[in-house]
């Protein structure tokens, strides 16, 4: 699957799980492989990493309401903007969100949705890919 059908499909999960609504965004972020130095990088040392060829994408929208709403491997998550986050599914997407709202960045409740061929869980940084999409 390309990153751009990879885009597509998450738009089309929004829609599906979510109803129409504006037209969403999308944008994709690769896994990585690291190759030395795992583990090392938060506590500064130096690590060689790469990016492979599997990816998490995000489709975004402005919602029609004051939650945000997150739909994760057939689930949909609510979070209300400012506060607290719970560990239930979703909590890549709305933890960025958060941090965002927390530094000053402006950000209105959203619907987001995402699809994968990077597996959770394989030590390749699906948390992160998801996050920077």
Request: net charge negative; aromatic share 4%; glycine share 12%.
């Amino acid at each position: 699957m390309t990153q751009r059908s990879l885009e597509e499909e998450a738009r089309r999960r929004l829609e599906a799980a979510l109803g129409t609504g504006e037209p969403a965004l999308a944008a994709a972020a690769p896994g990585r492989c690291t190759l030395v130095g795992e583990h090392v990088d938060y506590a500064g040392g130096l690590v060689l990493a790469t990016a492979i060829d599997r990816h998490v994408a995000v489709a975004v929208r402005r919602a029609r309401h004051d939650r945000d709403r997150v739909v994760v491997d057939g689930g949909c998550f609510e979070h209300r903007p400012g506060a607290q986050l719970h560990p239930d599914g979703g909590g890549y997407v709305l933890a960025a969100a958060e941090a965002l709202r927390h530094s000053g960045v402006g950000i209105t409740p959203f619907e987001a949705a995402t699809a994968a061929t990077l597996p959770a869980g394989a030590g390749l940084a699906a948390s992160a890919a998801v996050i920077c999409a």
